[in-house]
């Protein structure tokens, strides 16, 4: 028998499950991080798709953006609906049978955030939504040249979902913006560039966003 083999003494074993659960707490953040960084990364690719649809539509529409909103007396396609059918058009014909249409479209059109919706309020709960400052007034909609400074006026934001009424709506305004994605908020601006931006007032927690000039963000709601 070898002398120099031993079991491990109590010590020995607490060191071992010491370490094991402080490599564990390192690898957790990190993976948190990961987590979320692929959320934010999936919401900028979607806004960027739909960016392509607007660019798609307002072609098609002699240069006038959809409508953002489908209250009040304007007529015409909302934002929502109007992108449908440019991004099912993408669909490669050997994916059109893997998921239902209206999965492939929630999949494009909603924040990944989207995922922790109960079932029975995912029809009314949109997590991106239009800027509604863009139209104002009497006007019902806009031509997209008509935007003097496109690389700083918002088009599509991450949108507040925390109560019925506002997770309902297309549209919304700096108080709607939902910093979900590591304190910030992605912004699609009408330039087509997508940003996250985080509100330099804020913690990250509070649902704040960012009116005309404020905290030297340079972002423009109101372009008139």
Wanted: glycine share 8%; proline share 3%; aromatic share 8%.
């Amino acid at each position: 028998m070898n002398k120099n083999n031993h079991a491990f003494t109590l010590i020995e074993l607490l060191i071992a499950v010491f370490i094991v659960f402080f490599l564990i707490g390192l690898t957790f953040p990190v993976l948190s991080m990961v987590r979320e960084k692929s959320k934010q990364v999936v919401c900028m690719s979607n806004m960027g798709q739909m960016f392509k649809c607007f660019a798609q539509y307002v072609s098609e529409n002699d240069g006038y953006l959809p409508l953002e909103s489908n209250s009040g007396s304007c007529s015409g396609e909302v934002w929502f609906k109007a992108v449908d059918r440019y991004i099912t058009t993408d669909i490669l014909p050997e994916n059109q049978t893997e998921i239902s249409t209206k999965e492939k479209l929630a999949l494009v059109k909603q924040d990944p955030v989207f995922n922790t919706v109960s079932q029975d309020k995912k029809d009314n709960t949109r997590t991106i939504k239009m800027n509604t400052q863009l139209v104002q007034g009497s006007m019902c909609n806009r031509m997209i040249d008509s935007i003097r400074f496109p690389s700083k006026t918002v088009l599509l934001f991450d949108g507040r979902i925390n109560n019925t009424s506002v997770a309902s709506k297309y549209d919304g305004s700096y108080g709607s913006v939902a910093q979900r994605h590591s304190r910030g908020a992605n912004i699609l601006f009408m330039d087509g560039h997508v940003v996250r931006v985080k509100n330099g007032d804020s913690d990250g927690t509070a649902n704040e966003g960012w009116p005309n000039g404020h905290a030297d963000q340079g972002i423009i709601w109101d372009p008139d």
